[in-house]
C-alpha cells in the first residue's frame, strides 16, 4: 500500500470536502501502518470496517451537497459511492475473517480506488459548487 499524500490534484475546492478527504486519507494511512506492522486480522478488520463507516458517512454529506445544488452528475455519482462501498465492505469482511485471500492486495487496491474517486469524479463538481457560491 501506498501511503496517501494530500496533493493538488485532489484539491476538489469545496473546503468541507476536501477537510473530509482529508481525514480518509488518514484513516486509509492509518490502515496502511496496521498492514506494515504486521498487525493481526482483527485490528486491520477494524481499521477497514472504521474507512468504511468514514466513506459512508463522507458520501452522504457530498450527495446532500450535490443534490442541493442540482448537481447534474448526481445518479452516476452516487452508483459510483455505492460501487466503492460494496469493495470497502468485501475488504472489511475479507481482514475480519482472515480469509484466504490476497488481502494486501484488496487493501491497495481499495486505497488506490478512494484517491483516483477524489482526483476524478470528486473534482467534477468543484466547478458547479463554487459557480453557485459553495466553497
Ligand atoms: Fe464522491
Ligand atoms: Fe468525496
Avoid at 104 to 127: I, K, T, W
Wanted: glycine share 8%; hydrophobic share 45%; charged share 25%.
Amino acid at each position: 500500500m501506498a501511503v496517501l499524500t494530500w496533493n493538488h490534484a485532489c484539491v476538489v475546492g469545496v473546503r468541507a470536502m476536501d477537510n473530509q478527504h482529508a481525514l480518509l486519507m488518514d484513516a486509509a494511512n492509518d490502515l496502511r501502518l496496521a498492514w506494515m506492522r504486521g498487525s493481526g486480522h482483527k485490528k486491520v478488520g477494524e481499521l477497514m470496517r472504521l474507512l468504511m463507516e468514514l466513506a459512508r458517512m463522507h458520501f452522504r454529506n457530498e450527495e446532500q451537497l450535490m443534490e442541493q445544488a442540482g448537481f447534474p452528475g448526481l445518479a452516476a455519482h452516487c452508483g459510483e459511492h455505492q460501487r466503492l462501498l460494496r469493495r470497502f465492505e468485501e475488504a472489511a469482511r475479507h481482514a475480519e475473517t482472515g480469509e484466504n485471500v490476497p488481502l494486501h492486495a484488496q487493501l491497495c487496491a481499495v486505497s488506490n480506488a478512494l484517491l483516483a474517486h477524489f482526483e476524478g469524479m470528486d473534482r467534477d463538481y468543484g466547478p458547479w459548487m463554487n459557480a453557485r457560491g459553495l466553497d
